[in-house]
């Protein structure tokens, strides 16, 4: 199973020299290859979490472990080469380069990552073929659609073989057949993948089709 196991422990993050606690004491377990999709109401913290989940942000206090490696204490660098390794993100705003290609967007983590051109080349195509976009290799974002750029975007996420795939409302800007379109089809490539999923969702309907359902709420996450 090439998935992450998390396991964190007293995660805590709070704003304003500690006034606002957005995540309070958060204990939690994900397996290798477990698929989550956490809901929960507006501004209680899911994206945040996210956020401290992919090392794009530093908890106030606690620990978070991928694969028993204690990921606070590393320097910049040691995790920015580990979260380009071992982490897909996608977000609702896709965040694609506008002046590259599908293809050159999907090319950049491992360009990023010293592989050659042909091999990024090479990998990023496959990817963007499996996807239904393989008539698009070559248009840049500003000549795709919505559902066009997320499954760029989705492809982008996954190039790496990532260990660990975080979506933030990866489909909020989709009208709802093709976000579950696009949901589906993050769920069939990560399947052939086997990585460790979690999902930011405020779609109960996407959500049920995980096998577990996470409730965040006043800090806290409780199971649905």
């Known amino acids: 199973m090439r998935g992450v196991r998390v396991d964190i422990r007293g995660l805590c993050r709070s704003h304003r020299q500690g006034e606002i606690s957005v995540l309070s004491g958060v204990d939690l377990v994900l397996e290798p290859g477990e698929r989550v999709a956490i809901v929960g109401p507006s501004g209680s913290g899911k994206s945040t979490f996210l956020h401290l989940l992919g090392m794009l942000d530093r908890p106030t206090s606690g620990e978070i472990r991928l694969n028993d490696v204690a990921v606070g204490g590393l320097r910049d660098a040691r995790r920015a080469a580990l979260r380009n390794r071992e982490i897909g993100f996608v977000f609702q705003a896709h965040h694609l380069l506008p002046e ?5 967007n999907v090319m950049a983590p491992v360009r990023f990552a010293g592989g050659s051109v042909p091999v ?7 990817l963007l073929e499996a996807t239904g976009l393989g008539h698009r290799l070559d248009h ?5 659609s919505g559902g066009e750029q997320q499954r760029v975007a989705l492809a982008r996420a996954l190039v790496m073989g990532p260990g660990l795939v975080l979506a933030d409302e990866p489909t909020g800007n ?3 057949e093709t976000a579950s379109g696009v949901f589906e089809l993050m769920l069939q490539l990560n399947e052939q993948l086997g990585s460790t999923v979690v999902v930011v969702t405020h779609s109960v309907e996407l959500a049920a089709r995980f096998p577990r359902q996470l409730y965040l ?3 806290q996450f409780r199971e649905m």
Request: hydrophobic share 40%.
């Open 100 to 104: 590259q290609t599908a293809v050159g």
């Open 120 to 126: 990024a080349r090479a990998r990023a195509t496959a």
């Open 140 to 144: 840049k974002p500003g000549e795709l």
């Open 174 to 176: 989709l009208d709802p």
């Open 217 to 219: 709420d006043a800090g």
